[in-house]
Antibody, heavy 122, light 111 residues
Framework: QVQLVQSGAEVKKPGSSVKVSCKASGGTFNTHSISWVRQAPGQGLEWMGAIIPIFDTPNYAQEFRDRLTLTADKFTTTAYMELGGLRFEVTAVYYC???????????????WGQGTLVTVSA | QSMLTQPPSVSGAPGQRVTISCTGSSSNIGADYDVHWYQHLPGTAPKLLIYANTNRPSGVPDRFSASKSGTSASLAITGLQAEDEADYYCQSYDTSLSGSLFGGGTKLTVL
């Protein structure tokens, strides 16, 4: 069973960037899409983008297209989410998720990382 | 505008049945894209509850069921339990956005 473990909480200044990692273990990494979803306080889940490691071609939600970079390292089975322009962001929890098992090819998210809290503060 | 609309909140007494609606449009649910449902408890990662409109992953009780028709979908929870108190989200693909879309979420309160 695939497990996703994310990097720890971050505190960032407005205008800076943050890079969050998502390490996959226990299953196939390269052929399953990894998506990133965030939740700001009091808000709902928001899909940010996705990448299939074997193809290495990310797909970004329109809102994040100019500031988001998704990458995946097939050798370390780790996905990365880098978000710039934190000036416009509020504190949020960022999740990685994978379309494995029941969700393979189905555009749903069956396995999730534990979440990474990114606090934006001067 | 591409969106999935859910009621902000629903409530029910233990043992009762509640439903949560998810209304989309011709660019997502109405375009025959699958609808998926998640349960989200505070401080934890979301959990897949229903995939591909009606299917329960292994381990999800059969108290949870879902359906889809036209541009809408619905999640039903029977025999409400205190542990069901959580936020519930629908999710689908949207052709206009060329990506996934979550509903705004529904907070279920067990009275």
């Amino acid at each position: 069973q695939v497990q996703l473990v994310q990097s720890g909480a971050e505190v960032k200044k407005p205008g800076s960037s943050v890079k969050v990692s998502c390490k996959a273990s226990g299953g196939t990494f390269n052929t399953h899409s990894i998506s990133w979803v965030r939740q700001a306080p009091g808000q709902g889940l928001e899909w940010m983008g996705a990448i299939i490691p074997i193809f290495d071609t990310p797909n970004y939600a329109q809102e994040f297209r100019d500031r988001l970079t998704l990458t995946a390292d097939k050798f370390t089975t780790t996905a990365y989410m880098e978000l710039g322009g934190l000036r416009f962001e509020v504190t949020a929890v960022y999740y990685c998720s994978s379309e494995v098992g029941d969700c393979h090819g189905g555009n749903c998210y069956s396995v999730w990382g534990q979440g990474t809290l990114v606090t934006v503060s001067a | 505008q591409s969106m999935l609309t859910q009621p902000p909140s629903v409530s029910g007494a233990p043992g009762q049945r509640v439903t949560i609606s998810c209304t989309g449009s011709s660019s997502n649910i109405g375009a025959d894209y699958d609808v998926h449902w998640y349960q989200h408890l505070p401080g934890t990662a979301p959990k897949l509850l229903i995939y591909a409109n009606t299917n329960r992953p292994s381990g999800v009780p059969d108290r949870f069921s879902a359906s889809k028709s036209g541009t809408s979908a619905s999640l039903a929870i029977t025999g409400l339990q205190a542990e069901d108190e959580a936020d519930y989200y629908c999710q689908s693909y949207d052709t206009s956005l060329s990506g996934s879309l979550f509903g705004g979420g529904t907070k279920l309160t067990v009275l």
